[in-house]
């Protein structure tokens, strides 16, 4: 069936490392995927996108990396900051409207 | 201000009580979503509105009802709330945007149901 997962609930980094948040799919006609933030006590919000003919995209200080070939999909930060602590999702979708969303990953950013 | 707005943010309530969570968007979108959150899962869909005059169910939406009353207007409802609807709700929304129209959210609503 359909599902969004991730290797890792929680993820601890030390301020200015680089963040790995990784997700795996198991929906291979999954053509764009979505990476969101939920800070405590507020909705999600987007960060970043990348459809299915690509393998990487870059945001600011955000890079996301797609393996079709694994249905492997990764966030990367930059240079890590307090304001980075979040829960992270990753999100896909087959076409449609339908977006199926991962648990979540938790960041701890550590001074 | 914010683009998506829900209220109340916080809810306790009873059992067999009604419920009416609200949300409104000024993103002058078409699509309209409630999601609800659980610890350890992802956001699973409740309803979803297209438009006005569309309502569709999502994965959960049996003890749920929604009216779409505006296009900037979607409320949820628990007709008789009963524990296992304790979750944080979401509104969402998104523009008729085919297969990559990315939804934004609103705050949240924490429902509690002794």
């Known amino acids: 069936g359909e599902s969004v997962g991730l290797h890792l609930p929680t993820l601890s980094v030390q301020e200015g490392d680089n963040s790995i948040i990784n997700c795996a799919y198991s929906n291979s006609a999954s053509d764009y995927f979505i990476w969101y933030k939920q800070e405590s006590g507020k909705g999600p919000q987007f960060i970043i996108d990348i459809r299915s003919n690509m393998d990487k995209r870059q945001g600011q200080r955000v890079t996301v990396l797609l393996n079709k070939t694994v249905k492997h999909l990764s966030l990367q930060i930059a240079a890590t900051q307090p304001g980075d602590s979040a829960v992270y999702f990753c999100a896909e979708k087959a076409g449609g409207f339908k977006t199926i969303f991962g648990a979540g990953t938790r960041l701890f950013v550590k001074a | 201000d914010a683009d998506v707005t829900q209220t109340p943010r916080n809810r306790i309530t009873k059992t067999g009580k009604r419920i009416m969570l609200e949300c409104s968007q000024t993103k002058g979108h078409d699509r309209m979503y409630w999601y609800r959150q659980d610890p350890g899962l992802g956001l699973r869909l409740i309803y979803y509105?297209?438009?006005?005059?569309?309502?569709n169910k999502g994965e959960i939406s049996d003890g749920y009802s929604v009216s779409r009353q505006a296009q900037a207007k979607f409320s949820l409802s628990l007709e008789s709330a009963i524990p296992n609807q304790t979750a944080l709700y979401f509104c969402a929304t998104s523009d008729t945007g085919g297969s990559t129209d990315t939804q934004y959210f609103g705050p949240g609503t924490r429902l509690t149901v002794l």
């Open positions: 509105s297209f438009d006005v005059k569309d309502i």
